[in-house]
C-alpha cells in the first residue's frame, strides 16, 4: 500500500491518501483492513474509498463522507486509474468545510495518481 500522509490541514481537519491494488469489494476491504490496523487510521473519521475494476461495476464508498466517494470515482475514471483503490482518510477538526471537503478529496487524489501513477 502506498500512503501519502499530511496532504492538506484546513480548520484543524487533516488528510492523507492511500491507495494499493485491488479488483474486488472483497480485496477493496482488505486493503482497507490493512489500513486501518494502524491505529491512527483506525480512529479517523472517515475513510472513503473507491475503486474502478477492469471488470464488473464501480465501487465507492463514503463512509460517513457523504458524496466523497463519487468525487474520488470520477478522478480515477478521469484519469483511467484500474484495479487499485484509492482511500481518502480525514481526521475531523471540529468545524465543517462545506464544498471545500471535495477539494480537499480531489487534492489528496491528484497527490496520489501524481506521485504513484505517474
Known amino acids: 500500500m502506498e500512503q501519502l500522509e499530511n496532504v492538506v490541514t484546513d480548520r484543524g481537519s487533516k488528510y492523507a491518501v492511500s491507495g494499493g491494488p485491488a479488483r474486488t469489494k472483497a480485496e477493496a476491504d482488505a486493503l482497507l483492513k490493512e489500513l486501518k490496523r494502524n491505529k491512527k487510521y483506525a480512529k479517523a473519521t472517515h475513510n472513503t474509498w473507491a475503486l474502478l475494476p477492469s ?10 463522507e457523504s ?13 483511467d486509474v484500474r484495479d487499485t483503490v484509492v482511500v481518502v482518510t480525514r481526521w475531523y477538526g471540529g468545524k465543517h468545510l462545506g464544498g471545500d471537503r471535495f477539494r480537499h478529496v480531489q ?3 491528484r497527490a496520489w495518481i501524481d506521485q504513484f501513477r505517474a
Open 55 to 64: 471488470e464488473g461495476e464501480p465501487l465507492k464508498n463514503d463512509d460517513g
Open 67 to 79: 458524496g466523497a466517494g463519487m468525487v474520488i470515482l470520477r478522478m480515477l475514471e478521469r484519469d
Open 107 to 109: 487534492t489528496c487524489v
